[in-house]
Nanobody, 121 residues
């Protein structure tokens, strides 16, 4: 499974961005796709994940109500809509995937993209 993220950039606080993660090499149906982020000097943390078979979504408390994860199975793509961005959202954002259970821990995901930078000032 290959994952390619796009959509990062620099925005002012309160702004919006939409990240995309396109998967290839495997259909995204019945997988768990997650977004993680890592700021300099901090551990990688889960932001949101979606079980593409059921459509169930999960969010970190820090982004609930501001971020939305969604999927387009026809395009093998998962999105992360980020609204009301805050400076503390600044990080490298990674897309990850697993064919197993949709867990919170990054170690559960064997497939990773290269990351896309989000900077909020």
């Amino acid at each position: 499974v290959q994952l390619v993220e796009s959509g990062g950039g620099s925005v002012q606080a309160g702004g919006t961005l939409r990240l995309s993660c396109k998967a290839s090499g495997y259909t995204t149906t019945r997988m768990c796709m997650g977004w993680f982020r890592q700021a300099p000097g901090k551990e990688r943390e889960g932001v949101a994940r979606i079980a593409t078979g059921s459509g169930n979504t999960y969010y970190a408390d820090s982004v609930k109500g501001r971020f939305t994860i969604s999927q387009d199975n026809a395009k093998n793509t998962v999105y992360l809509q980020m609204n009301s961005l805050k400076p503390e959202d600044t990080a490298m954002y990674y897309c990850a995937a697993t064919k197993a259970a949709c867990l919170r821990e990054a170690a559960s995901y064997p497939y990773w993209g290269q990351g896309t930078q989000v900077t909020v000032s």
